[in-house]
């Protein structure tokens, strides 16, 4: 995460004021519990909550955690610090480090969840919009990169609107995943800490409790939480690399929106380079590297060791933050994405009809032609397209093998671009819901 | 994936001969739904079920695509003389190869599923048993590797089954995502071909039709399908740590199980190695290895490339034919994993009560004493403990500033391990439901 | 590894057959060692080598292995099977399996090493030849898929030539990484087994001893390997995606060459797919796939765990014979690249002069003009051209601003395509050596 | 990078401020060679050393960015304001933004790898001091967690030495591959500056020339770089492994060093975890995780695309100071660590002489008994030791079949730990040289 990929409340969420704030909560909330099951008194409970409007010392805490070396403690004295050290005295009373540190990385990565799935609600509308400007928009679409026939640049739209709505349901379950919280003492036996404990924080933080926990919360679901993030990720590197093709010099189809007053190059002022979207290839794979160790984090040993720690420190803010920062600068892209439909159709015509051979080759096989033989008229007249620069329909046309079978009428229909759209709408539906 | 670490149900899956048999069902039930709609003869249709009880020659197939160099190409022109030239004529119209191609690579992936799901449900039975066996069956929690407090060998059990039944749910999540097919044309479009052929062949083939294709069925899909495979794996990896840890030679509460007649090492006979869960470490590791991969595999190029195609030719059997292994190796190891209780309390006692610190502590505090004080109480004598090899519960009982506080016998209620387990039930209901 | 992308000489060093015979000269060798310390009779040595010219019986050490669950002891007693009992008493004496197995892998990886070199030098030698022929032929260099400045078809060559020269570097490092090998007995003291054997069967294999082992050779190295193999696929994918580009079909720079009974498409009878090269990226990422698993098996406990035992009975195999097939269809592909020179001019003058706005600019600025300005200058004519389709030149000559800083000569000047290739001596003198 | 995981003098080297001072000093060394060659005026490029002394005002930078949307033009807009608008004009002539970038990153890395280096040494000494201190410390070997056969705790520490300086080697290797620098125009081909600008540049800032650059310096180099890492990483992992699993709380045969005045945990006071080594293998998942997305960068488009910005803005300073942190920290922990002989020796006598079967199963064979009937016999007496807790020695000695074979002062023999460490000299010559 550097501020350059990095959008505010996003990283908000991740700053030590935040993370303080809602170990405060747990804390507090616990104290209500356990006030209520009558294991520390009531009025220290409520004295806890003295602190709701205190700015945590992040300096102080800092300071002291230099001397205990224990980041739980320190803030605990700092807390002491400000409600009093009588009142203190019950905080944190049964609980393990553990209990708040996991279920406060957990509200955080539920936080991140919900700022995530408004970014993709915003992805996605802009997608819709775009595949209905451009639902009639044709092109030529392209397998390995080379012509095959036409489709519609909505349907591109389309495509990754589906794409993204999946990522979106992705997201939803992986949120799901992480949103447990567990106050279950030092090894997950609630030896000195009732259930209704952890009951009543969860309730109160939006989680819901981890059914059996050890001193952690369970590391498979950290791991399915990332590995959802990488997947997205990579949907968005799908789009980018789309984009990126789009805007190539030869083939100008569409290209990046460029403010009147912005420098493409210091050297060729001409330049207008798809740099967002070639910026996104590169932040999927930042968002795609944090998977493999989510998932290495998972074998703790026995009843927890801390080596997912350092690992998380880093992967939960700077992924989430770069998929935030991701999403929202897709969306922009997608938003303003200068789409050029003449060139669309220059390009289309580039081989002279040639994309339709597949039409005219079926043409024949149903007009009684062998599979073996009309492939070979279709090819041996594409065969003069591709090398003489000639035209299809009218190589068809004089080609009396291929007469004995089409009339030239017959032969012309083939050509008609109509044929490859008229189940835009029925896929459309598919994607959209009934118009 | 080798023999090695291979079962016979999962390899069969992907081998050439069910390939071929999935291919054959595609194409004729694609025949039978254009004979419906009256773009094919339904004479010929029916021909092509003439087939229905043939063995695809396999290596009579290769031996064609080596002059085609076309895989489809050559399994039409052997289904040609299969049913006779003019039946096929009709086979395969308006699809293109990777209709067939990735609607099969999607029916064995289901397929594969449902074997890991049956594994899963195989390896779930048998932490069940084992946690119900041994849910009273106290040892000593660890963190980092180090004595905490005491939990049950059945809650280890129980916590495994709570993660594979999350695994069992992200499974079946996966096995839909990838449980589409689609029949849509060269690029996507249906132009040769209606989508009514493809609600056909999906309902047949236990699928539902990809909303909107392109070339090929989305990739995101299957990275998502990995992803989850490679969570699985780190679970497995998560149960063979623990395992391996615990049949240590210092430690040896249990052990993989050791047939009489198996030699342990060339060199040291009296070795008993947890070669099992050492191997599916490995295995995790393996299968894991393909996550990023399938993510790669998302960007395709416009309506498709067919780099995606060598690493899922690949990764498709590898990882579900490993997955497979480990999972049914993990359930055999669970099944038959020796347990000892003995050892377990040997081990336990190693500290002379130092285990029960923390309940001291928080008993301390109750009684009035400041957290800091009481830390510092308990902290002295486990200290005694720890240099001098004293009893923890004699060196509190002799310490006068703690017995200001607790008398002998509230100190000796402290050593309790019944205190430890009385919320066992409670969480194995959360597990298991109500008894 | 599957057959599809395997060549027969790099599976053979893979093969049980192979890998018997290196541990039968392991033992083989470590006997005339043993021997000539007097530790074993002279006779028993030489017996050993009765068994020279047999061949193993890989069922029947199998079949052994099925009852003594170890690979090791099964190989041994078919060896005893095949020069007697007697004869066989002293064979392994001192050893550890592991002396065995390691050093045999270390063997493969040299052998694997040794291809893969060869193949590099055939690749090279045809980028090398390819770069030589096209030296001059001028195309337009890209950066972010847009018109650049001119290079040569030449300079790419070159470009990848260096870049897999210093691969070839990397792996004649990587080989020597894992050119040792270990006699060094259970746990790596040698307590049973004299250094001198390690020393005489490492001469004999083509290694050098670890300094030190533990059971095993030390895995770092292997990470290191694999990752070295990593890095030379990244480059595979590097050529074979700048490929793709250019066979592009609105690039169309260059195309894979296309055997005339091939077939592209089933569907497209035109498409010529650059098939190839999108394989190639395919396999990248299988090769690839292996470095973070080899890295996952440095760590192994202690004296050693097997962890890494059923990861490398994949990769090792796996990533090699991938590579060894990739670099062979790197090279035929780049040795049959078809070159279309006019392509390349058509393409470079899309934009009527604009590739020369920055020699433009420069020229302004050294007629005395700000940079600020001459930016503006040259950016107000580009955009005429951009926009109007306007000709570069022509408007440089019309633009009084302009002409009061250059002459038409002057500005004529600046649109000769030799400025741009120079230097490309000079570059070719750095990669191949003066001429 | 977090700042917990971070040193100050690697962070420096990754600051906008070093940044710019590198960017300047390379502008500043091509305007001298510029003017040698008589490109652009002798003053002009002494005016630029005008600033030699200055601090480049980040935040003004970052100011001009935000209007340009370009850091170089950003940059040099800034330059000029120190320096003066008609001193400045001179500046950056002939060269793309490419040529300081690259360049930059390349004297960044360089420089981090001196720190690493340096680190590195330091590691080495630590490993060699401890390696000389524990020589002679006898300790069990373990295989699979399971005892073997004795080894020394001097051993342990050499063989990580040893890994060390592997990794010392290969990153001096990584470091030349990324000691070039480019200064060779917008794609490469020194049409706008001569390559004696780069030569002088290069010479100045500590690197050779690149052969042959495209708009940037290729990016293989830095794949193999960051893979070297990532196996530093893996070594850095093993080290840890090893200590987390000798401090167990069932191993207790080291541990790292315990300030009198840290706290443990907040729960459990007598608690001494290995925190620093868990965090250790955290970090080193942290370092690894970057060697893939370097590998990606490789196939950028044509010559050049930035999708590897993004990635090397992060993994460049968050891999390099989370290495530089782990090293520093793995020196201490080694340092420091408590060795604890005495418990070394009650752990290897924990059965009984169990851990001498191997000496006695050779020295039967050698006897005369077959490797078969060897195996038997010390089975036998093996598991009486296991199962009845007897004493192997005493067994062997009352064992008719045994003695038949040796005599008692021979099987006490085969008990001497002497016989097992004989070699250490040897190997430690390896390791460190001759005494």
Redesign the interface.
Known sequence: ??P??SRPEMVAIWSPETKFRIWYEIEAHACDAQAALGVIPKESAAAVWKAKDATFDVDRIDEIER????D??AF?THLAELIG?EE???V???M??SDVLDTTFNVQLVRAADILLADMDGLLAALKRRAMEHKDTVC????????????TMG?KF??FH??MD??RA?LV?ARA?VATGAIS????????ID?AVEAHVCEKMGLT?E??S??VI????H??FF??L??I???I??I???I??L?????LEAEEYFSP???G???????????LT??L??????V??????A?????????????????E??IGP?TTVTLDFALARLTQVIDKLVIYPDNMLK?MN??RG??H???V??AL??KGV??EDA?TL??RN??K??EQGKDFMEELKADPDVRRAMSEAEIEEKFDLG??????D??FA??FGAA
């Open positions: 995460m550097i350059r990929y001397v205990t070396k224990h739980v403690i605990l050290n203190a005295r019950f944190h009373q049964g393990t480090s030529i679409g392209r397998s390995h990169g080379i012509h095959a026939e036409p489709v349907l389309a495509r589906a794409e999946r990522n992705r379950a995943e003492g030092a090894v997950g036996t609630f030896a000195n259930p409790p059914p059996v050890t001193q369970p590391r498979d679901r791991a399915m590995a959802t990488g997947v990720a990579s949907s590197e799908n980018a690399i789309e990126r093709h805007q190539r010099t030869e083939v007053g912005q420098k190059s210091s050297a060729m002022p001409h330049k207008r380079n798809p740099v070639e910026n290839t590169g932040l999927a794979r930042l795609r590297m944090a998977v493999v160790p998932m290495e984090n998972v074998a703790l040993w026995h009843e927890r060791d801390i080596s997912h720690s350092s690992v420190r880093n700077d390009n580039k081989f040639l994309v051979s597949q039409r080759l079926l096989t149903q062998s599979r492939y279709v090819q594409a065969m397209v591709w044929y490859h759209t008229k189940h835009v029925t896929i598919r994607v």
